[in-house]
């Protein structure tokens, strides 16, 4: 029996002995396989480090390459604009015709409802504009509403708080020349109320350089060849205009016609009124002109009271329909003297119209001329247009006329 009982637990203690042997072995090989599992999420872990660490630069060097390439974007963009204001400048210095390549080269880049370039009045220290954009649409001082322009606007661009202005859906960018002459600014309004981002700021302050000097120039040039009072172009700038299209239209075969206006009885007038009187009725008159006329149209004061348009692609009947209608709004429109009274004027007019015959300028000017006379021999506040048939050997020259 109790070798039965010795030889039961010998074998009961070797068969424990195989289980813990083979647990033991069995761990073991879970616990390599856990400390290999540790050991490669620690790898793992390091390589996510490393991949976040490579991620990171490589978010920089993409921001770094990122602002390279917008600051070359934006080179572009102002050596872009700069060489569109350079061949406005050059192909003409006439101030409207750089005003226009200056709203086209900024509304291009600058998405904008309205866009105005304002001037800075030389005898006042005021803001004016000048010229607007809305849409596609241009239009000329005259015209422009310029009720929204912020009071002190020009006292915050002198002390120079900001190269831009920014207010709500506005932004103003100051037009000024060796940091000291301001001569005046671009606005641009949108639909809505967003904001105007850093790269249009930048632009605007970078290009705003060029175009400054593109209008100190026109500007210059405008101040040469513009009459002092009605602030049209004046006598020496219509012979220079006239050529040029008289040039223009003999060699390409277009249509070009002359429009001379002369006020009714404006020596009376003086006489009954004052001089000053006179020169406000002549400052109005200029006004009205500009706006009646079209954005191809010319208008110069000729002498005195007298007043001569350059009417390019214009038919003697389209030119006669134009005067007419420009006739028609001076004489029922209100003047006003110092003392407020209101006062009306008429004028006569005359047109001539280039035809083969016609060999030089001079000729233009003197059937505009003969045509002018005879609306006033005819009574005046007249319009007449110049006819080859009509014998002209009896009429007198206006130059002896004393109107």
């Given at each position: 029996?109790?070798?039965?009982?010795?030889?039961?637990?010998?074998?009961?203690?070797?068969?424990?002995?195989?289980?813990?042997?083979?647990?033991?072995?069995?761990?073991?090989?879970?616990?390599?396989?856990?400390?290999?599992?540790?050991?490669?999420?620690?790898?793992?872990?390091?390589?996510?480090?490393?991949?976040?660490?490579?991620?990171?630069?490589?978010?920089?060097?993409?921001?770094?390459?990122?602002?390279?390439?917008?600051?070359?974007?934006?080179?572009?963009?102002?050596?872009?604009?700069?060489?569109?204001?350079?061949?406005?400048?050059?192909?003409?210095?006439?101030?409207?015709?750089?005003?226009?390549?200056?709203?086209?080269?900024?509304?291009?880049?600058?998405?904008?409802?309205?866009?105005?370039?304002?001037?800075?009045?030389?005898?006042?220290?005021?803001?004016?504009?000048?010229?607007?954009?809305?849409?596609?649409?241009?239009?000329?001082?005259?015209?422009?509403?310029?009720?929204v322009l912020e009071p002190g606007l020009l006292g915050m661009v002198r002390n120079r708080k900001e190269n831009?202005?920014?207010?709500?859906?506005?932004?103003?960018?100051?037009?000024?020349?060796?940091?000291?002459?301001?001569?005046?600014?671009?606005?641009?309004?949108?639909?809505?109320?967003?904001?105007?981002?850093?790269?249009?700021?930048?632009?605007?302050?970078?290009?705003?350089?060029?175009?400054?000097?593109?209008?100190?120039?026109?500007?210059?040039?405008?101040?040469?060849?513009?009459?002092?009072?009605?602030?049209?172009?004046?006598?020496?700038?219509?012979?220079?205009?006239?050529?040029?299209?008289?040039?223009?239209?003999?060699?390409?075969?277009?249509?070009?016609?002359?429009?001379?206006?002369?006020?009714?009885?404006?020596?009376?007038?003086?006489?009954?009124?004052?001089?000053?009187?006179?020169?406000?009725?002549?400052?109005?008159?200029?006004?009205?002109?500009?706006?009646?006329?079209?954005?191809?149209?010319?208008?110069?004061?000729?002498?005195?009271?007298?007043?001569?348009?350059?009417?390019?692609?214009?038919?003697?009947?389209?030119?006669?329909?134009?005067?007419?209608?420009?006739?028609?709004?001076?004489?029922?429109?209100?003047?006003?003297?110092?003392?407020?009274?209101?006062?009306?004027?008429?004028?006569?007019?005359?047109?001539?119209?280039?035809?083969?015959?016609?060999?030089?300028?001079?000729?233009?000017?003197?059937?505009?001329?003969?045509?002018?006379?005879?609306?006033?021999?005819?009574?005046?506040?007249?319009?007449?247009?110049?006819?080859?048939?009509?014998?002209?050997?009896?009429?007198?020259?206006?130059?002896?006329?004393?109107?």
């Amino acid at each position: 029996m109790s070798i039965f009982l010795y030889t039961f637990f010998f074998l009961l203690f070797l068969f424990l002995g195989a289980v813990s042997l083979f647990l033991s072995l069995s761990l073991g090989r879970e616990e390599k396989k856990a400390r290999n599992l540790l050991s490669e999420n620690l790898r793992q872990k390091e390589r996510l480090k490393e991949l976040i660490s490579e991620k990171k630069n490589l978010e920089e060097d993409y921001n770094d390459l990122y602002q390279r390439d917008l600051k070359r974007q934006h080179g572009i963009e102002e050596l872009s604009a700069s060489r569109e204001i350079g061949i406005a400048v050059s192909s003409s210095i006439e101030l409207r015709e750089v005003l226009k390549v200056i709203l086209k080269v900024v509304t291009d880049s600058v998405q904008t409802k309205e866009t105005t370039i304002y001037l800075v009045r030389e005898e006042s220290e005021e803001l004016y504009p000048k010229i607007q954009k809305i849409g596609s649409k241009i239009i000329l001082e005259e015209s422009i509403d310029s009720s929204v322009l912020e009071p002190g606007l020009l006292g915050m661009v002198r002390n120079r708080k900001e190269n831009i202005i920014l207010n709500s859906s506005y932004c103003f960018a100051p037009l000024i020349v060796e940091e000291k002459k301001i001569l005046g600014l671009i606005k641009f309004r949108r639909e809505d109320t967003r904001p105007f981002g850093e790269e249009e700021r930048w632009f605007l302050e970078n290009v705003s350089k060029q175009i400054s000097f593109a209008l100190r120039n026109a500007l210059l040039y405008e101040k040469s060849v513009t009459d002092g009072l009605t602030k049209l172009y004046n006598h020496n700038h219509f012979e220079d205009s006239l050529q040029n299209q008289f040039f223009v239209s003999r060699r390409y075969k277009r249509k070009l016609s002359l429009l001379l206006l002369d006020i009714d009885h404006f020596k009376r007038f003086n006489d009954e009124y004052g001089h000053q009187t006179g020169d406000l009725v002549l400052i109005k008159l200029s006004q009205l002109i500009k706006k009646t006329i079209r954005d191809a149209d010319r208008a110069y004061r000729y002498g005195g009271e007298e007043m001569v348009i350059i009417l390019p692609d214009t038919a003697q009947e389209e030119a006669s329909i134009l005067g007419e209608r420009l006739r028609r709004i001076i004489e029922t429109h209100q003047f006003a003297n110092f003392k407020g009274e209101p006062l009306y004027l008429t004028v006569s007019l005359g047109i001539s119209s280039l035809t083969e015959d016609i060999t030089k300028k001079e000729d233009l000017v003197w059937r505009a001329d003969q045509a002018l006379y005879q609306a006033k021999r005819e009574g005046r506040n007249k319009t007449v247009l110049y006819r080859n048939h009509e014998d002209t050997n009896n009429v007198q020259s206006k130059l002896c006329y004393s109107g």
